[in-house]
Structure formats: structure tokens, C-alpha cells
């Protein structure tokens, strides 16, 4: 996890719902470099001493920012969960498409709706943070080889945006505060099978998405090797895997955040997020 005031957080290892082991003097933060160099493995000795001697501290309130520090990269993959409420056929490669890093945030920073904005709509995913540089892998098992955890995000996306105004998807995908991520990163050992965990998200207190992962059309090693044919992936990148079911734009009639409205989200070892809804100045 990452704790702290927006743009100076710093490293600390989860314990528990309400302690944490600080290991600011051991790595400057969980950034490219970090997982680079081997990532969690570098932590694991000191933070089982930490833990041992009981050098634990309480949250105690204090912010929590995004797991990661800003990627090189976010991308994201449309699509990507079979639905009985849509008879689209599965596509033969998966929808790609970037996210602005800058609009990464922390899982409980509010989300501005752009200025203009009447379609601003959720999207709960499970995040692939990728540990290793990647170029053209050669299997699924490469590519699990360099996943180095699993985070909850939320793809936030302005519909009018995205398809109105060009038709590209960047547009409406990179607001600020439109990629919620954390509160923690799970690491890729951690998750004993990333093919089953619920995902889910309440909007205004009534849950409008209920999946699992067993319905994704494109698993997250599968996606990790495709995409590095196209690109290099490098240590700390973020890859959004895709919504179930549920987003505004699926209901009827569609429904759209806005102000004053809260969004709550979640996945099995991944933890929960919660987001007040507020105008951009």
C-alpha cells in the first residue's frame, strides 16, 4: 500500500484492516524501479522481523493513495466479460485502448466529472500491475511469470467522450481521477486464482455489478502476452482487464454519475474502494 498526503505517499506493507509496517527507509516507493529489482521479494525478510518485533502503526485515518506509483503506461481492454444480458459474439482479439497515467488516483479520492460531462459512467475491474519488462513473450506462462499483482481500479469513463467527440476512446478515459486503483496490491502468489474472484459495485447504495473473472473472454496472462507482441510493457505498467456487466451505460434507461452521488466497489483479496461523486472546478 501507499499512505500519505496526494503526491508525497509512502511505501508501507498492509497487516491488517487497521495496522501497516512502514517500509519508507527500505525502498523509496513502488515504482518502476522497485518492481524491477524483484519487486515484494526485496521486503519479504525485513517485513516478517518487523512484523515479529511488533513494529506495527494504525492507519488511524490517514489517506490512502494508489498501491503503485504513476505507470509508464495504463491500458485498458473493452469487452472483455460474457453477459447472458447481450448476445455480442466474443471478439477474436481483445479492444485496447490507453488511459492518460495521470489520471491514476487513490481508491477513496473523489471523482470529478468533467467540465461538459452528462455521461460519466463506472466500470469496476480487476488491474494487472506488470513486474518485469515484457517484449514479445513467448507463452501464458511467460507472461504469468511477469505479473507481479493484481489491483482493484475502476475504468471511470465519459461516454460522450469516448465515442461522440472522434470516436476515440482516449478522450474519455483520462480525466483526472478517472482511474481509482488500490487500496492495495495483491501479490500475484497471493491470488490462488485470479480466473475466480467476484467483482462488484454499488452506486448510490444499489449494486448494479455482480461478475467474476470465470467470465472473462481474455485471461490476464493471455492479455499480458498479446499485448507485449504490440508493445513493451514495462516494470509498473497497470493493464485494466475489462468490466462485467452492470456499467451505467448497460442499464435501462442508462444511468450516469453525478454530483453528489457515491460509488462503492470491490473484489475478492483486493479490497474495497469507496468514491464521492463531485463537479470538476
Known amino acids: 500500500m501507499r499512505i500519505g498526503p496526494a503526491g508525497t505517499e509512502r511505501p508501507?506493507?498492509?497487516?491488517?484492516?487497521?495496522?501497516?509496517?512502514?517500509?519508507?527507509?527500505?525502498?523509496?516507493?513502488?515504482?518502476?524501479?522497485?518492481?524491477?529489482?524483484?519487486?515484494?521479494?526485496?521486503?519479504q525478510e525485513s517485513v516478517a522481523?518487523?512484523?515479529?518485533?511488533?513494529?506495527?502503526?494504525?492507519?488511524?485515518?490517514?489517506r490512502v493513495g494508489a498501491p503503485i506509483a504513476r505507470p509508464h503506461q495504463i491500458l485498458g481492454v473493452g469487452a472483455n466479460y460474457r453477459s447472458p444480458h447481450t448476445d455480442?459474439?466474443?471478439?477474436?482479439?481483445?479492444?485496447?485502448?490507453?488511459?492518460?497515467?495521470?489520471?491514476?488516483?487513490g481508491p477513496h479520492d473523489p471523482v470529478l466529472i468533467p467540465r461538459g460531462s452528462h455521461h460519466t459512467?463506472?466500470?469496476?475491474?480487476?488491474?494487472?500491475?506488470?513486474?518485469?519488462?515484457?517484449?514479445?513473450?513467448?507463452?501464458?506462462?511467460?507472461?504469468?511469470?511477469?505479473?507481479?499483482?493484481?489491483?482493484?481500479?475502476?475504468?471511470?469513463?465519459?461516454r460522450r467522450f469516448q465515442r461522440e467527440r472522434g470516436g476515440q476512446w482516449l478522450k474519455g478515459k483520462s480525466a483526472p481521477s478517472f482511474n481509482p486503483c488500490g487500496p492495495w496490491l495483491t501479490t500475484a502468489d497471493a491470488v490462488a486464482d485470479p480466473l475466480n474472484l467476484d467483482v462488484w459495485l454499488e452506486h448510490n447504495d444499489v449494486r448494479h455489478q455482480d461478475g467474476n473473472t470465470r467470465d472473462m473472454i481474455f485471461t490476464p496472462a493471455w492479455i499480458v502476452h498479446h499485448l507485449s507482441q504490440f508493445m513493451v510493457l514495462e516494470p509498473g505498467d497497470l493493464i485494466n482487464t475489462g468490466t462485467p456487466y452492470g456499467a451505467g451505460k448497460d442499464l435501462t434507461p442508462p444511468r450516469y454519475l453525478a454530483s453528489g452521488d457515491s460509488l462503492t466497489a470491490g473484489a475478492d483479496g483486493l479490497g474495497t474502494q469507496h468514491q464521492s461523486i463531485i463537479a470538476a472546478p
Do not use: C, M
Request: overall charge negative; proline content about 4%; cysteine-free.
Open 88 to 105: 455480442t459474439p466474443a471478439p477474436d482479439e481483445p479492444l485496447v485502448f490507453s488511459k492518460a497515467p495521470n489520471s491514476l488516483s
Open 49 to 62: 522481523v518487523r512484523r515479529d518485533a511488533g513494529l506495527l502503526h494504525h492507519f488511524a485515518g490517514q
Open 121 to 158: 459512467d463506472w466500470e469496476v475491474e480487476i488491474g494487472i500491475v506488470i513486474g518485469s519488462r515484457s517484449h514479445y513473450l513467448t507463452d501464458t506462462r511467460e507472461a504469468h511469470a511477469a505479473i507481479a499483482g493484481y489491483v482493484l481500479v475502476n475504468d471511470i469513463s465519459e
Open 12 to 43: 508501507v506493507v498492509r497487516h491488517d484492516a487497521h495496522t501497516y509496517i512502514d517500509v519508507s527507509d527500505l525502498v523509496a516507493d513502488y515504482d518502476a524501479a522497485f518492481f524491477a529489482a524483484g519487486g515484494a521479494s526485496l521486503l
